[in-house]
């Protein structure tokens, strides 16, 4: 008689964290409660490739600043493979590289939002990606048909390795972050206090 085994399942997100924010956070929780993940792998880009000349910090603080956002978490944890590879973060390297590491007794879920849903034909090797993980579309309702529009664009392949998921709606974004520090203006409750203090003390994202 066979006997079911329970697999073991990880989560990946991944990006420019610049800054990460709460946002990024209560995703990457609800992810992790609703799939029943073992940890949740936090990987800042060293340079994303849709975003090539686009960072604002550098890399090692955006890796500092991840670190400290989730210090408090013992389900979180952060990866400096991209960091250490450095060029260009592409995602099939790194989620190649996670399978070899963690092997077939695994399963990867790598979170992406709906902008990046939208885009995932224009992503390198992405097909040889979805052969290592299940992409995790992290959307709200209204973005319910395109995403069905792009796991039909994959086929078969689509219907097994993108799952969608209705998750928060959490109106942050690095990019309003770093307008309001620019600003001078407060960023409390967007960002972890020991990412604003860390925000403060470098002097990131000032004219």
Known sequence: M???VNRKKIGIIGGSFDPIHNGHLETAEFVYQQLGLEKMIFIPAYVAPHKIGMEYAPAEHRYQMTLLATQENPHFCVSDIEL???GVSYTY???KALHEYYGD???LYFIIGADSVAELDTWTKVREIMGFCTFVAATRPGFAPEVQKVIEYFGELGKTR???L???EMDISSTD???RVQNNCSIK???PAPVEEYIHQKGLYRP
Do not use: F, H, M, S
């Open 177 to 179: 972050i770093r307008q």
């Open 166 to 168: 209705n998750t928060p």
């Open 105 to 107: 007794e695994y399963d």
């Open 84 to 86: 250490k590879r450095k």
């Open 189 to 191: 409750g967007l960002v």
């Open 162 to 164: 993108i799952k969608w």
């Open 93 to 95: 390297d790194t989620v």
């Open 2 to 4: 066979e006997i079911a």
